[in-house]
């Protein structure tokens, strides 16, 4: 790959692309990096590069002039190598948002310039006639455009081939799969009293993967809410999970099986920071029986672990939870397609969810199920004052998996 800086700052650009872990590579021969200087393209005596903007304003304004001939003699260049036509990128703040899936896309060019802006920005006829994209490192204005520039250069050169020792440096990284990365430790065991997961020490590299995995999982739920949803989008649960022979879901329907459901919905409570009196909610849950609703106790080797309702008259599943202990291993899988089952008179069963309620509307979403749009917003169940509580309504879609 051939990168191009085009900039006020060209020793800035080059002094970085050529350090460190780029430095070594470009020594290598896996990328070719030209950063040039705007100035030497001038054509005025005084090579100024800049002028007033038409309207008025504060600050100046890059001319287009010297730019278009920097960017033509770069395009000169790359077909005297017989390169393809170079992929033209204007650094603005007003440009596109970018991310890694840019960065991957970018890396598959055979010929990439970036053009840094400076002061108040650059004659726009300039990109009108040679931009092939505007791109933003962020919702934040830099003084230039170099360093958004390396940005860019820095995330697109470490997917040449060869860069990192290896490839999967950067397949475990954040973004890549559309998760941010679990977290990293190195020696010492234990730094200033704190030590390092123990899963890290056993040197069973399935639990290691799957801890990291969950990390991934767990910190991109609470971190990055909007990554976290597209990832269930595009990530759905293949296949149902195999239940254990210490697994059950057993109706409730005797004194200690209503006990145990009720200290599980408690502490359900407790953790969303509302206090619940066990005895009032088994009251609850044991007058909803009048309203059509069944409950399911999930027992892991005797074990109360899991509960999920299913209300017969209105196809509705409701109460699925997992106590905190037995996340992670499925159950809240299980006990929806056991409940969508029981259902199976409702050819599309719903539930309502709290939206902030990641967790499980991530397990809805990675089951194929979607948001329905309320068909009677008067259906939207509504607190002891009368607002409506925000809870959003789930169902199967009809392509859906489940
Ligand atoms: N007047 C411009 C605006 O309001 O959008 C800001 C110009 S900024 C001071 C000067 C140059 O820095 C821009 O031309 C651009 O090249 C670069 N720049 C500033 N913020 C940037 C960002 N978030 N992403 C990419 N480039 C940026």
Redo the contacts with the bound molecule.
Sequence with gaps: MRIDIVTLFPELCDSFLHASILGRAAAKGLFEAHCHQIRDYTTNKQRQTDDYPYGGGC?MVLYAQPIADCLREVQRQCAAQGRAKPHIV??????QPYNEEKARQLAACDSLVLV???????DERVIEAFGDEE???????????EL?SLVVADSVLRLQPGVLAEAQGYQEESYWDGLIEYPQYTRPEVWEGRAVPPVLLTGDHNKIADWRGRQSRARTRLRRPDLYEQWCLTHPLAGAPRWKRSESATLVRTDSQWQAAAQLLAGWEGEQGRTADPAALRQQLEASRRQGWAYYLHSTAHQPDGLVGVCHKTGEIGRLLVAPEARDVGIGQKLLEFARKKLAEHPRPYLWVEPHNLGAVGLLLRMGYRLQSAESPETVPTGSDGTPLAKYRYTPSETGQS
Aim: charged share 10%; glycine share 26%; hydrophobic share 40%.
């Design positions: 600050g204007f650094m603005t703040a007003a440009g840094c802006g400076h002061y108040e920005g650059i791109i933003s490192i962020g919702d934040y204005v830099l003084t230039g455009g958004a």
